[in-house]
């Protein structure tokens, strides 16, 4: 088949020109398609359910909330591992799916599951799912900076969760902008136990006052004179002083007992369980942007740091946005070592060929040929969903060797056989006889003729040159990195 392969190309010259063409054109569309990453992502397909139960304990948490949430799910398909973790006032369930499952497929089935647990679960209990991201999906952080001493740790949450966390939300690609640090607004109500039982009022009276007094309500439309009024009663509290006047219960005599008669009212901070620090100055303010399933690492920071730089001028005066990590460089330097690679090559291959056979039309071969077999390394990589990776770009590079040495073997090869051919014969006359019966250009059937006896051997040494670079999936049992080896595989697409 090789063979047949090489007299069609010997006898279509122009053919061959215009399939470089082609692929050097479906080449390059597919490497401008394919996701680029830094790390490759070698974990399983997972999803990861989310409830809180404020207050509870560990023990309480593990009993009502994960293990009932876990029993539920070990029944769903394909899945082969679930794993809980209980702590306080939260649970985490990790369900891990065969390898190849689609994650939204299993975000479909997962939510499946949950609707069966409404009765089994306490009163008042959600569970959510967690972004539809992976282990990998932490492509940049970023911290809120004030120079100015101004803007406290509150003041600046504030910024991060109502300015720019549904901002950075909304750019394609991002599953969530978690923030970190800080302290959250609060409305809190100190009670005072004195003032409590000199009023008769209990702590469960105090919390179904202000739950009952914050609501709107809706009424009827009424008509008069040709318009319409609508009825709604407007109860949403918007200050200190308005939690204050909630009123709990009315005395025999007409008063009633508020909030501010039995405790005190401010802001305050909610409970923390992290804080973040920044360069050694102090606590800080931050987010990280987390990449959804399946995005384009590269193109996706791109995106947010455009964002960022809009939202730069909604933001008070001497607060600032410094990035903490930015893996768009490790893409770049990953990219940049690829292109090194290729680039060297290139000019090492062209400087030996032109020093040992002193022939320049054959120094221009791995100029041409190189860039389009690193090309099509990207073909199969697309096609299959296997985004650029330093493992895979590796791959790339290491077989950029291999092509090298084949390429020197055939331009090698060609120079020896014109030598030996006889020097009175005219280019007309190297193959006359086959040349008049099948086609094709002086001189080409005479090198095709010696490429079929080349290229087997050939083949076989890149075969032999590929066996200490197995791919690593063969090892079935290992459940963790040994899964994969994109540097085995992009080496074996390249080569």
């Known amino acids: 088949m090789i063979g047949r392969l090489i007299d069609l190309c010997a006898k279509n010259r122009w053919f061959v020109i215009f399939a470089f063409l082609v692929a050097a054109f479906g080449a390059t569309a597919a490497l401008r398609q394919i996701p680029l990453d830094a790390i490759p992502d070698l974990s399983d397909p997972q999803v990861i359910v989310f409830t809180e139960w404020k207050g509870r304990s560990p023990t309480i948490i593990e009993d009502q909330v994960t293990y009932p949430i876990a029993s539920s799910l070990l029944a769903a398909p394909k899945v082969t591992a679930v794993r809980g973790y209980s702590m306080f006032g939260m649970s985490f369930v990790y369900v891990l799916f065969e390898e190849g499952t689609d994650v939204y497929w299993a975000r479909s089935r997962v939510l499946e599951y949950m609707s069966s647990l409404a009765g089994r679960l306490p009163e008042g209990v959600t569970p959510t ?15 809120l900076v004030d120079r100015t001493g101004k803007h406290d740790l509150v003041e600046l949450r504030s910024i991060q969760d109502y ?12 599953a ?24 008769g009022v209990t702590v469960e009276d105090v919390g179904r006052a202000v739950k009952r007094s914050n609501s709107e309500v809706g009424g009827r439309v009424l008509e008069l004179g040709s318009r319409e009024y609508y009825v709604r009663g407007r109860g949403y509290l918007s200050s200190l002083g308005e939690l204050g006047e909630v009123a709990i219960r009315a005395e025999a005599s007409g008063a009633s007992v508020r909030v501010r008669d039995v405790g005190s ?4 901070p909610e409970v923390r369980r992290g804080a973040a620090d920044f360069d050694g100055l102090g606590e800080s303010v931050g987010a990280i942007v987390v990449m959804r399933y399946g995005e384009n690492a590269r193109a996706l920071i791109t995106r947010v740091e455009a964002k960022i730089d809009e939202l730069r001028h909604a933001l008070p005066e001497g607060v600032e ?10 893409i770049d330097r990953a990219i940049a070592t690829l292109r090194h690679a290729l680039v060297e090559e290139m000019i090492v291959v062209s400087l030996v060929i032109l020093l040992f056979l002193m022939h320049l039309r054959s120094a221009l071969l791995p100029i041409v040929s190189l860039p389009l077999a690193v090309l099509l390394s990207f073909v199969p990589m697309y096609l299959i969903g296997v985004p650029s990776t330093i493992m895979s770009l590796g791959g790339i590079a290491i077989a ?3 092509t090298v040495d084949a390429e020197i073997v055939m331009v090698e090869a060609c120079h020896k056989k014109l030598e030996h051919a006889p020097k009175n014969l005219s280019r007309a006359a190297r193959a006359p006889a086959r040349r008049r019966r099948e086609g094709g250009d002086a001189g080409d059937l005479l090198l095709a003729d010696h490429h079929r006896g080349v290229v087997h051997p050939g083949l076989r040494a890149h075969r032999a040159g590929g066996a200490p670079l197995p791919p690593a999936r063969v090892h079935q049992d290992l459940r963790d990195a040994l899964g994969r080896d994109p540097l085995g595989d992009a080496r074996a697409r390249a080569a």
């Open 321 to 330: 946005i410094i990035p903490t990590y930015d893996r768009a460089g490790l």
């Open 176 to 199: 969530e902008v978690a923030p970190v640090g800080g302290y959250q607004r609060q409305y809190q109500i100190t009670l005072d136990p004195e003032r409590l039982r000199a009023y």
């Open 129 to 143: 799912l967690g972004p539809d991201a992976t282990g990998i999906g932490w492509v940049y952080e970023y911290a």
């Open 265 to 268: 009212v401010r802001f305050g």
């Open 400 to 402: 950029i060797g291999a």
């Open 163 to 174: 300015t720019l966390r549904y901002a950075l939300a909304s750019v394609p690609g991002v």
